[in-house]
């Protein structure tokens, strides 16, 4: 999936029982995040919300 800027963000799924895991990689810092949801979440829905969360830790890192 792209995001801003022409960057790659590869996502990974891992189910924990009644949870998925979504983890999130920009692909050119390596900037991991991840988050937790319910396994019956869309899986559009985890996306979008592990997105904005690499989006919020990237230009949190650029203000430093």
């Known amino acids: ?3 801003q800027n022409g960057r790659e ?3 990974e799924f891992q189910v924990i029982g ?4 979504v983890t999130a990689i920009d692909s050119v810092t390596a900037t991991e995040v991840s ?3 319910p396994a019956s979440a869309s899986r559009a829905d985890l996306q979008r919300v592990a997105l904005a969360k ?3 830790r990237l ?3 650029q203000t430093r």
Do not use: E, H, N, P
């Open 35 to 37: 988050i937790m949801g």
């Open 54 to 56: 690499l989006k919020a």
């Open 9 to 11: 963000v590869l996502f």
């Open 59 to 61: 230009a949190r890192d």
């Open 1 to 3: 999936m792209s995001a």
């Open 18 to 21: 009644a949870t998925v895991k």
